[in-house]
């Protein structure tokens, strides 16, 4: 079973930029579709962004379109979060995980990564 280490997590004013990195261990990472979520304390896991195992396609959550971009690179195993434009309401912990579901719902996804924090200071 794959297992997912995010880290590039921190606190960072509105307005800046970070980047997101999730390494996997173990299987074939170029055949998993991946995608990254994040929860806000007190708030259900939101859909971030999906990419394809080619890395050929991708799809975003409304409230970050435009903003993040989501990438991967398979001779290293990692998928990317780049974070642009950050804003407050960005804070929450950011997790990786494995799509083996067919929507982009939470439970269309496994093997979660223990996740990253983000902070987003106005």
């Known amino acids: 079973q794959v297992q997912l280490v995010e880290s590039g997590g921190g606190l960072v004013q509105a307005g800046g930029s970070l980047r997101l990195s999730c390494a996997a261990s173990?299987?074939?990472?170029?055949?998993?579709?991946m995608g990254w979520f994040r929860q806000a304390p007190g708030k259900e896991r939101e859909f971030v962004a999906f990419?394809?195992?080619?890395?050929?396609?991708?799809r975003y959550g409304d409230s970050v379109k435009g903003r993040f971009t989501i990438s991967r690179d398979n001779a290293k195993n990692t998928v990317y979060l780049q974070m642009n434009s950050l804003k407050p309401e960005d804070t929450a912990v950011y997790y990786c995980?494995?799509?083996?579901?067919?929507?982009?719902?939470?439970?269309?996804?496994?093997?979660w990564g223990q996740g990253t924090q983000v902070t987003v200071s106005s």
């Open positions: 173990r299987g074939s990472f170029s055949s998993y579709a």
């Open positions: 990419i394809s195992g080619s890395g050929g396609s991708t």
């Open positions: 995980a494995k799509k083996t579901g067919i929507w982009y719902e939470q439970s269309d996804f496994g093997s």
